[in-house]
């Protein structure tokens, strides 16, 4: 009893005192006093979030060892539930989430809530907002969630995300009920876990490969590098230097294009169809056939509606879209873009939309608008109601990003994660922040717990594509106090480097 009582007492110490220890630096260096991620100030913003009266939704997720059918692949992983994605989770905009974890992996997890504006000390980054959820441990996440839209959610330990270990997270609007018939999650994944290499061991070859001359690495491309030795690129034209790895497959809500999903609705019926980039490495460039697609929102904020006949969705990015559907079955085609499957032809996830009779489209198909203009969220408006007011920064930040495969590392302003001093903010302040890409390779970027707005009346988002040799400009209001993780949202740059604190100072 002792034992046990005097663990989980250290354990709920190691949340802030770690925190603080680690983000302040060795002693004698002197460093900001940074906002304790349960401290006061989290606190506070949490309390004037929570309405009375506002429901408390309720679910636990069991991340364990799992066999999934991928549609005639079986593969051994680890996931959230017997497929993939895991449980739908599902509230209204100001609800309480009550998610208890119980870690049944043979290694420590979290779950990060991602583009969820919450309080800082559920946010799921270990040894930053809390302890890591040891194997065999648990953890109850409690939070408002303050804004309506399309979320996700998944580990925020090592390579984990490029398993099964990633779930849909809706926040509805109560005060819009939607004027669409049906309502579809989509959800794209790049899939190499229990097909010969876990992701580990392919975060492992990057690692290792940096010094030798990469000829022993089957399956692996050096993206962005130009290397001998038959190596080929990831390379796309809208997006430059598009990957790292070639997967074995590609997946749409878990399916390989074999044995695909299949959506069904009927004729002249209104979908809302939610995208979500779940995949470690790959961006996809996302087709309809036989449709357009109006884009309302994007990482789960409106904007002016526009109708386009492909999207690219970069990892980590939801878009969410609206169709009249048509009478029949209709290929719903995501290219990974800039990649090729074994055969050479360009690599792609794929599912059936089904409103009437007739044969199956087949895997292969390609609809026509694919070939379209593919429109990215940076091409969007942001709605009036979700504008940015008009105010100059405070503090203006600027992030450059590089790195490349050789070795494999990647970093912001010149340094790794572990050695990167917090990029600071105060409460209150409008911040600007520069994202400066410099490599040859596109990086989604990421910021926990803020939505920002893309510069010129761009959309709001959390989670912005930067390609090879552009710049982005976002702008955000400091409104919600805590240590935030600001990364690249591909997984393996981010393990290898690609991370920053963007840190409240007191
Ligand atoms: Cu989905 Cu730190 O990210
Ligand atoms: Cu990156």
């Known amino acids: 009893m002792t034992t046990r009582r005097t663990l989980l007492l250290g354990a709920a110490g190691l949340a802030g005192g770690a925190a603080v220890t680690a983000l302040t630096g060795c002693a004698g260096r002197t460093s900001p006093r940074l906002v304790t991620p349960s401290g ?43 497929q993939a994605p895991g449980p739908l989770i599902r509230a209204k905009a100001g609800d309480l989430i009550r998610v208890d974890v119980h870690n049944q992996l043979p290694t420590a997890t979290s779950v990060h809530w991602h583009g969820i504006a919450l309080r800082n000390d559920m946010d799921g980054v270990p040894d930053v907002t809390q302890p890591a959820i040891a194997a065999g441990g648990s953890f109850r996440y409690e939070f408002t969630a303050p804004d309506p839209g399309t979320y996700f959610y998944h580990p925020h330990s090592g390579v984990q995300l490029d398993r099964a270990l990633y779930g849909v997270l809706i926040v509805d609007d109560p005060a819009d009920p939607g004027r669409y018939d049906v309502d579809w999650a989509v959800v794209l994944d790049d899939w190499v876990d229990g097909t010969g290499r876990t992701p580990d061991q392919v975060l492992a070859d990057l690692q290792s490969m940096g010094g030798m001359n990469g000829s022993s690495m089957g399956g692996m491309d050096m993206g962005g590098m130009s290397m001998g030795g038959g190596m080929e690129m990831n390379t ?48 996809f460039r996302l087709a309809l056939g036989g449709h357009r697609l109006t884009v309302t929102h994007t990482d789960g904020y409106p904007v002016v509606p526009s109708t386009v006949d492909a999207l690219i969705v970069g990892m980590g990015e939801r878009v969410d879209v609206e169709t009249d559907l048509a009478d029949g079955a209709f290929p719903l085609v995501a290219l990974a873009e800039g990649k090729r499957d074994t055969t050479g032809a360009q690599a792609r996830a ?55 495969m050789m070795p494999y590392r990647w970093t912001i302003n010149g340094t790794t994660f572990d050695k990167a001093q917090p990029v600071t903010v105060k409460h209150g302040e409008r911040v600007r ?74």
Request: hydrophobic share 40%; glycine share 10%; proline share 8%.
């Open 40 to 82: 006061t100030a989290v606190q506070t913003a949490e309390a004037a979030r929570r309405k009375p009266g506002a429901a408390t939704v309720t679910a636990s997720l069991k991340p364990r060892p799992v066999t999934l059918d991928l549609g005639g692949v079986t593969v051994a992983t680890w996931g959230y539930a017997e």
């Open 236 to 283: 796309s034209a809208i997006l430059g230097g598009a990957g790292d790895i070639s997967y074995p497959h590609y997946l749409i809500n878990g399916r390989i294009p074999a044995a695909p999903a299949t959506f069904t609705g009927k004729p002249r019926q209104r979908a809302r169809i939610r995208i979500v980039n779940a995949a470690s490495d790959t961006a």
């Open 350 to 404: 794929f599912a059936i939309v089904r409103t009437g009779a007739g044969s199956p489209p087949p895997a292969d198909a390609r609809p026509a608008q694919l070939d379209g203009p593919a429109a990215l969220a940076t091409d969007l408006r942001a709605a009036d109601a979700v504008r940015l007011a008009d105010r100059s920064p405070d503090r203006s930040h600027t992030l450059t990003l590089a790195g490349g």
């Open 433 to 506: 922040l520069r994202f400066v890409n410099t490599s040859t390779m596109f990086h989604p970027m990421h910021l926990h717990g803020h939505t920002f707005a893309l510069a010129g009346g761009g959309p709001r988002k959390d989670t912005v594509i930067v390609k090879p040799n552009q710049s982005v400009t976002v702008d955000l209001d400091a409104a919600n106090p805590g240590q935030w993780m600001t990364h690249c949202h591909n997984i393996y740059h981010a393990e290898a480097g690609m991370m920053v604190n963007l840190a409240y100072q007191e």
